[in-house]
């Protein structure tokens, strides 16, 4: 057993794993399990490499990152909130570490983990997590949006102003209407002219006009 826990990339599986399941849940319907999972890796992460008197305070740094990813991905949709999620994440396991050797696998073991946790999407159903910035399902006329399009397709090529920030969502006015709208990752000021350069659906992306 103490060969085992002596074993540097041990932090590695650990909090990989737990990356895996906790923000999987985050990402599919897994009805809690994702959850208990993620739960226990990071647990047995901390109490075998932190100092009991720092578990519960690492431990609380670590779920705040996790619940602002979710905050960020069910309401907000920026990826500022969750970047700071992800870095709270990395910071609780890092400075829990021993030594520089243990804390590296665990931070790697956060990326990697999160990475993979993308591949549950394949396979369990999705929840609905950054909608506003990513179209998970495109709405096409092939699948009976076609009346929902119409209006919308009429923009492309047009030209317009932001009435508000784009950060990336906002609100444009084009030929006097205003619709909201999305750029291409880009902030874009208020009474920047764009152009509207693609439709999919309701969705309207647009960029600074040249």
């Not at 901390?46 to 305070?57: G, H, K």
């Not at 205003?178 to 509207?196: P, R």
Request: net charge neutral; proline share 2%.
């Amino acid at each position: 057993m103490m060969n085992v826990l002596a074993f540097d990339g041990l932090s590695f599986i650990l909090v990989g794993l737990a990356s895996l399941f906790l923000i999987g849940e985050l990402l599919v319907k897994a009805r809690g399990g994702f959850f208990v999972l993620g739960f226990i890796f990071i647990t047995l992460y901390f109490m075998i490499y932190l100092d009991p008197s720092m578990v519960l305070t690492m431990s609380i740094i670590y779920f705040l990152g996790v619940i602002l990813i979710f905050v960020d991905g069910q309401f907000i949709n920026e990826g500022f909130l969750a970047g700071i999620g992800g870095l709270l994440m990395i910071i609780s396991v890092g400075l829990s570490s021993p030594n520089w050797v243990v804390g590296l696998y665990a931070i790697i073991g956060v990326v990697i983990g999160g990475a993979l946790s993308f591949l549950w999407l394949k396979w369990l159903p999705k929840r609905n997590m950054w909608t506003k910035i990513t179209l998970v399902d495109s709405l096409t006329d092939d699948l009976g949006y076609s009346s929902m399009n119409v209006s919308y397709k009429g923009l492309i090529g047009e030209e317009g102003v932001c009435i508000t920030d784009m950060r990336p969502i906002g609100t444009i006015k084009v030929k006097g209407n205003q619709y909201s709208a999305i750029s291409n990752g880009h902030w874009i000021k208020k009474d920047t002219t764009i152009v509207v350069k693609q439709v999919d659906g309701t969705r309207i992306l647009v960029e600074p006009a040249e």
